[in-house]
């Protein structure tokens, strides 16, 4: 059984884990939907005139952001299942948070890719291939694992009613 002590250990770092999934998905969402091409800061950075960019390159850096955007949704995604797990103790928020954080992340990667029309597309594909394997082997072993427990648990009630 464990301790008190270890239970508060483990919902301040379910607590916190939680917390910084929500952010890393709330800025993952603005790398993928809301942030444009181009900020006031990247200019002032590069020193260049955003008017003289040919429209393909700013389209680019869209491309290249909303990318970026998936990986970054994608890690909060799982941290989420993780923060999710250690506050309930239940593993089935780690198998699905990890399930959801690899699609999203390699889904986006490879819709990014063919974009581009990239020359790496065959191999961006195959990890989006691995990772619809591994949510589906994660997703598979819920369920097995949730019919597993109903069963176990029929079984019990059976033999408490006799």
Do not use: C
Not at 19 to 31: H, K, P, R, S
Not at 71 to 98: C, N
Not at 121 to 139: C, K, Q, S
Not at 143 to 161: G, K, L, P, Q
Request: glycine share 10%; no cysteine; aromatic share 12%.
């Amino acid at each position: 059984m464990p301790t008190q002590k270890r239970l508060r250990k483990d919902l301040l770092g379910g607590a916190l884990t939680t917390a910084l999934g929500v952010f890393t998905l709330g800025i993952g969402v603005y790398f993928l939907f809301l942030r444009p091409s181009l900020l006031p800061e990247d200019i002032r950075h590069t020193g260049i005139d955003a008017a003289t960019l040919p429209v393909a390159f700013v389209d680019w850096l869209g491309i290249v952001f909303s990318t970026w955007g998936g990986f970054i949704a994608g890690f909060g995604i799982v941290l989420l299942g993780i923060g999710a797990s250690l506050l309930s103790r239940r593993t089935l928020w780690l198998y699905l948070g990890t399930a959801a954080g690899v699609l999203v992340a390699f889904g986006r990667f490879v819709i990014s890719n063919i974009l581009i029309g990239s020359d790496f597309l065959w191999f961006i594909a195959t990890m989006f291939v691995l990772a619809l394997v591994l949510a589906t082997v994660l997703v598979l072993n819920v369920i097995r694992r949730h019919r597993t427990n109903e069963t176990a648990s029929s079984d019990v009630d059976r033999t408490a009613r006799r």
